[in-house]
């Protein structure tokens, strides 16, 4: 084997070293994330300038890109907290966030990758904390929960709001209350739906008495008004006109004029 010229052995070198630089230096940024430049020899952390987006990018070898996901993410959070009455409540929520884009270096340069643990988490525990003190476990229990969600959101948002963290919503998963306290609430609520259904049957009853009364003083009044209208004479014309259309039925009677009472006519029939 014929060996390789002089020149070639240092451009067989050169080549390979500019292999290596380019594959230190080539960085993917894949769907969802971004990419914060560091500079080592020019000032450190970029935070004038936007992160690097998603695909393909080139840059010095002796620089560092940290990858970020933009996306809408999760964190779950399991806190023990004191109502205002001082029982301890066992609070499960979720809270849906992604950092702000735009001051993504600074978010890097400021709180780090680990902004969650430093930032938001200690955010809702606060938030949490300060909002459920001002309820009791039973407004925690039943009727407050939405409110109670929507004043920990707020809470939180303003925290975060300036720590380069936008909170997209809270969600409030479960709340524990002590056993006895619980037990308690529900034998509460069973006996005011058991006292509001009581109530509705007494309201019912009362409404159809009424009902009653009215359509018994409405046919009293009917009568009433029908004995005023009725005299001697309407009786005799309608006895007389009853009478008429009984002599032309077929059975045989016996019609007696003037015997029956009021001198109406008296019919004898063969029943």
Known sequence: MEKLPKIGIPLIVILIILIVLVAKSAITIKAGESGV???TFGGGVVTDQPPLGEGFHLIAPWNKVYVYEVRQQEVFEKMQVLSSNGLEIILEASAWYQPLYAK???LHQEK???Y????????????ARSVVGRYTPEQLYSSKRDAIQVEIFEETRKIV???????????IRDVTLPGTIKDAIERKLK???????YEFRLITADKEAQKQRIEAQGKADANRILSASLTDKILKDKGIEATLKL????NSKVIVI???????????GNN
């Open 37 to 39: 430049l560091y500079k």
């Open 104 to 106: 993504l270096g600074s």
């Open 112 to 114: 780090g990758q680990n």
């Open 116 to 127: 969650v643990a430093r930032v938001l988490q200690p955010a809702i525990r606060s938030a």
């Open 161 to 171: 709001e300036d720590q380069y963290v936008q909170l997209n919503e809270i969600l």
């Open 191 to 197: 006996q005011e739906q058991e006292s509001l259904e």
């Open 247 to 250: 002599s032309q039925s077929p």
């Open 258 to 268: 003037g015997s029956g009472e009021d001198g109406l006519p008296l019919i004898l």
